[in-house]
Structure formats: structure tokens, C-alpha cells
T-cell receptor
Framework: ELKVEQNPLFLSMQEGKNYTIYCNYS?????LYWYRQDPGKSLESLFV?????AVKQEGRLMASLDTKARLSTLHITAAVHDLSATYFC????????????FGKGTKLSVKP | GAVVSQHPSWVICKSGTSVKIECRSL??????MFWYRQFPKQSLMLMAT?????????EQGVEKDKFLINHASLTLSTLTVTSAHPEDSSFYIC???????????FGPGTRLTVT
């Protein structure tokens, strides 16, 4: 059974600081996704990571994937309040069905 | 591109009644659609996967007779919660995948409250 573990589950940080969210998964997968969810809203796609060593950046967020270590990271640089949300990683089980297994999410709160 | 809509966005129903939720891919053909359920402050749990024209595949622990899924066309899937109970109250999110890529595109979600 594929397990996806995120940590931390809760993160309170000050504006301007840097931090990293980790996503570990238990079986081989070459496709990993990061999503953002605001309260009461659905998921917003942030990054799609499709190969070992993939690194993608958008604004203050940067995601990377190490398929050998079964680890993805979401790095936040110089956090701002607008980044406050819950962030989920999701691992694709593979095959043609595209089934995703989600981590429990990291609730990020950025305080002034 | 890749827009998925859901209707209704929220619904309140009485215990014992049935509720239908629609999921539409607006600008692409969805070979596969997924239905997720999210309880407050929890992650998304996959309920079922459906392919157009065939029966849905349900995840373990999801009652197929209670959560009826119909993927009648390449742009529409419906989830019917039959004989709803308060414990079915949740946020239901659908996603759609085209044959061109593995990425899933998520709908805005439907908040169901059963009183």
C-alpha cells in the first residue's frame, strides 16, 4: 500500500522567513504533484514533477523531486501572508488510471 | 484551458433523500473522472474512478450502492448520494483527466450538508 507522508502538518512562520515542507512516499513513482488549497476551496495545481531531479519554481515556491530517495520538497522563500493555505503533495500510483494518493497536507500560516 | 465545473457548489438536504452532483469538463474530453471526499481538516480520499461508458471502480470501503456514479459522456460524470445521512456531509471534489496527459484537473467542489 502506498503511503504518502508530509511534514510538518502545521507550520507557522513569520513573513520573510524560509522553510521547507517534505513529502515522503513509500513506493516507486515518477509523478508527483503539489497543490494549494484555500479554506472552503478546491485544489489549485502548483507543480507537476515528472522525473528524478526535477526542480520547478514559481514565485516564492520551489519544488523538487528525488525519486531514488522517494522524497519531494516544497521550499518557501521569504514567505508572505498570501502564501497562507494548506499544501498537499500527491503521488501518482502509475499506470493509465492516474490514481493519486494524497498526503495529509501542511497547513501554513504566515504571520506579519 | 482544462476547466472542470461542478454543480451545485453547495447543497443542504434532509436525511434519507438523494442528492446528485454533476462534474463537467468544459474544454476537453475527459476519458477518466475521479471523485474524492474531504472531511473537515483532512486530506482528500479517493472514492471512485470512472471511465466513460463503463462501470466505476470504487475504492475499498466505499459503498457502490450508496454512491452511484455515472460517466455518461466524455464531458460529464455524476455522483448520486442515495439515502443520505448526516455522516455523508462532506466536501466532494471531482477531477478529470484527458487521454493526452496524466494530470488531473480539479473541480471547485460541492459542499454537502445532510440535516
Amino acid at each position: 500500500e502506498l503511503k504518502v507522508e508530509q511534514n510538518p502538518l502545521f507550520l507557522s512562520m513569520q513573513e520573510g522567513k524560509n522553510y521547507t515542507i517534505y513529502c515522503n512516499y513509500s513506493t516507486t513513482s515518477d509523478r508527483l504533484y503539489w497543490y494549494r488549497q484555500d479554506p472552503g476551496k478546491s485544489l489549485e495545481s502548483l507543480f507537476v514533477l515528472l522525473s528524478n531531479g526535477a526542480v520547478k519554481q514559481e514565485g516564492r515556491l520551489m519544488a523538487s523531486l528525488d525519486t531514488k530517495a522517494r522524497l519531494s520538497t516544497l521550499h518557501i522563500t521569504a514567505a508572505v501572508h498570501d502564501l497562507s493555505a494548506t499544501y498537499f503533495c500527491a503521488v501518482d500510483l502509475g499506470g493509465s488510471q492516474g490514481n493519486l494518493i494524497f498526503g495529509k497536507g501542511t497547513k501554513l500560516s504566515v504571520k506579519p | 484551458g482544462a476547466v472542470v465545473s461542478q454543480h451545485p457548489s453547495w447543497v443542504i438536504c434532509k436525511s434519507g433523500t438523494s442528492v446528485k452532483i454533476e462534474c463537467r469538463s468544459l474544454d476537453f474530453q475527459a476519458t477518466t473522472m475521479f471523485w474524492y471526499r474531504q472531511f473537515p481538516k483532512q486530506s482528500l480520499m479517493l472514492m471512485a474512478t470512472s471511465n466513460e461508458g463503463s462501470k466505476a471502480t470504487y475504492e475499498q470501503g466505499v459503498e457502490k450502492d450508496k454512491f452511484l456514479i455515472n460517466h455518461a459522456s466524455l464531458t460529464l460524470s455524476t455522483l448520486t448520494v442515495t439515502s443520505a445521512h448526516p455522516e455523508d456531509s462532506s466536501f466532494y471534489i471531482c477531477s478529470a483527466m484527458s487521454g493526452a496527459s496524466y494530470e488531473q484537473y480539479f473541480g471547485p467542489g460541492t459542499r454537502l450538508t445532510v440535516t
